[in-house]
């Protein structure tokens, strides 16, 4: 339903602008109306804050690979149309959304126990880095997104594995397979963002690129915010 209900959204964007311009073009919106409509119904699909209650229900509802799929490849297409899109969308929006998934993604990761609610808070937060990002440097939104696909991959493989659906199995699961549990370890602090990681480097690449787009303060904010995923 929010799917359906985002696409229409998309369509009914793109009839507004050729309703008010003659150009049916999805890439190169001029109406600030559609412009608007456009980046909610990107929001929407990819689950942004305000429209992200569906995303950790529907996770936490679904076995473990179909939460793979929904975490990386159902994100793949309208990541496409965000890059696609990029330079129609509104900024002020956009960057305000950012800045609040990440910081709901931070915050209500925290009181969670059940594995894959963690999971899909992080992937809000991560969201919340891929979009801040998309109106200066589409790329590192991209790299951020291969990156987070990876490292989210490789911990819903591990926790399958080790069939961990709740902190409190992975709390003794060492016994048994400690070696991947180290892996799952790393990974966990990768994907949170902890320095030495390749989880840091894209969002070491976007605090530095918003620095040279004078946003400093988002950066900051952002950044002091990924902290609470980290913790």
Do not use: E, F, G, K
């Given at each position: 339903l929010v799917?359906?209900?985002a696409s229409a959204l998309v369509l009914f964007s793109s009839m507004t602008n050729a309703w008010h311009t003659g150009q049916w073009d999805i890439t190169q919106l001029t109406h600030p109306v559609s412009c608007l409509i456009l980046t909610s119904a990107i929001a929407m699909k990819l689950g942004l804050v305000p429209f992200h209650f569906w995303f950790p229900e529907v996770l936490q509802g679904s076995p473990l690979t179909t939460g793979l799929l929904l975490s990386t490849i159902m994100k793949l297409p309208p990541m496409a149309l965000l890059f696609m899109t990029s330079p129609s969308l509104n900024p002020t929006l956009l960057t305000t959304m950012a800045i609040l998934s990440t910081a709901l993604g931070g915050w209500m990761g925290l009181n969670q126990t059940q594995t894959r609610k963690i999971l899909a808070f992080s992937s809000i937060s991560h969201l919340g880095w891929m979009a801040i990002i998309v109106i200066y440097n589409p790329k590192l939104t991209l790299l951020n997104f291969y990156l987070y696909?990876?490292?989210t991959s490789t911990v819903f493989l591990t926790l399958n594995s080790i069939k961990a659906l709740k902190l409190s199995t992975l709390m003794t699961t060492w016994t048994k397979a400690?070696?991947?549990?180290?892996?799952?370890?790393?990974?966990?602090?990768s994907l949170a963002g902890l320095p030495p990681l390749t989880g840091f480097l894209p969002k070491w690449l976007i605090i530095q690129e918003l620095t040279k787009q004078d946003m400093a303060p988002a950066a900051t904010i952002i950044s002091l915010l990924s902290l609470l995923g980290l913790f």
């Open positions: 799917q359906a209900a696909a990876l490292m400690p070696a991947l549990n180290t892996m799952l370890l790393l990974t966990l602090l």
